[in-house]
């Protein structure tokens, strides 16, 4: 998505994004339609049966919880890294 960003304004992008993610598609191909197809002010032909080898996209929100166990787990790896370091005289 950060390809479609050096091209597309952020404004542009985060509603094909945003659809792209209630149709259950995320691929950079399936965006850029979208986003396409919105500043063309046409209706996107994505079908997804057409791809039945494409799994379907399963995202769901992210919990601030789930950040703050990744940076406190990152800061006692880096302490413990810290701690193993010898200096040599």
Same mark, same amino acid.
């Given at each position: 998505m950060l390809r479609l960003l050096e091209t597309f304004p #952020?404004?542009?992008v985060t509603p094909?994004?945003?659809?792209? #993610?209630?149709?259950?598609?995320i691929s950079f191909d399936a965006v850029?339609? #979208?986003l396409l197809?919105?500043?063309?002010r046409r209706p996107p032909?994505?079908?997804?049966?057409?791809y039945p080898h494409l799994p379907?996209?399963?995202v769901r929100t992210t919990q601030a919880?789930?950040?703050?166990?990744l940076l406190n787990a990152?800061?006692?790896?880096?302490?413990?890294?810290?701690?193993?370091i010898e200096v040599q005289p």
């Open positions: #952020l404004e542009e094909a994004v945003e659809q792209a #993610l209630q149709l259950g598609t850029k339609h #979208l197809c919105r500043i063309e032909r994505l079908d997804m049966e057409n379907p996209a399963e919880a789930e950040y703050m166990a990152g800061s006692e790896s880096a302490r413990s890294e810290s701690m193993s």
